[in-house]
């Protein structure tokens, strides 16, 4: 077995492992994301048994969905614990991967409880949900004295179209492929076109988003294609993600973590390049552009 400790940050990973079998020891910093899910990925597909070790952390829940999805033992411990057993007070990156690995030799480690990727989906639904009954009843009670009964039809409708997105809990097949995501758009022409939406409802697909995959954008031109290359996470203010460019660049903004309650301290970014020559619109857009309103 190959066990694993991880000192986890936002850009980067420092890694300590140990190999049971021929007690080999060795050190790693893996930048995020594409370094550290090769590594990882690498390491399923020897079939090795892998445990690995981490403290509790808000940034790191693609990382557990990554570990999940390769049948890779995750243990996520009490941060405030393990810096209690921590015997110097001096600590660096590969210090605190090595003190988390020594815990996990010594079977000291301070494992906490982790709901399952299903109930923390689940939890998030009911929080959208919450926040939208708490908007309608507040529109409801200013409205209450007033003869408004088309203007609450229409805002009940753009509710429960919301609520309707918001219960796609992923947007991946069943064969393990994922579904183009669609958006609708003025016609893009060359230079940056920038498109943000709600992490929880519109843009919930983007959690499941990798560099390579094609996203799609309706317009009443027709359909764009595009490539994405290139996943972000930054700060609020990082505005630099914006900025013009001659070519013909798509992104797409969103909050993150993506299962964070309330306000996101982060930005996830989607860089994207266009593909191919616009293709002629579809005849059923205007029955989904229909369907949409």
Known sequence: MIIIGVDFHPEFQQIAWLDTENGEFQEKRLMHREEAE????ALAAAGQKVR???EASGFGRWF???LAELQLELWIGDAAEIQSKRARKQKTDR?????ILKLMLKDDFPRIWVPSW????????LWHRHRLVQARTRIMNQLQAKDVGPICE?????IRNQYTLAY???????DGTYRVIQVKASAPGRGHLSLAGHRDTFFRALRNVHNGDEITLETASGLHRYRADSILVVDPDDTQVLGKSNEAILTLVTCYPFSFLGPAPKRFIVRAHKLAVTAARPASADVMAREMR
């Open 64 to 66: 557990e969905r990554l």
């Open 168 to 174: 796609v809990p992923t947007n991946r097949k069943r």
């Open 38 to 41: 090769n590594f990882y990925r």
């Open 52 to 54: 690995v070790g981490m």
């Open 154 to 158: 229409r805002i009940a409708r753009d």
């Open 95 to 99: 210090q605190d991967a090595q003190h």
């Open 118 to 125: 299903e109930n923390r989906d689940l939890r998030q639904l």
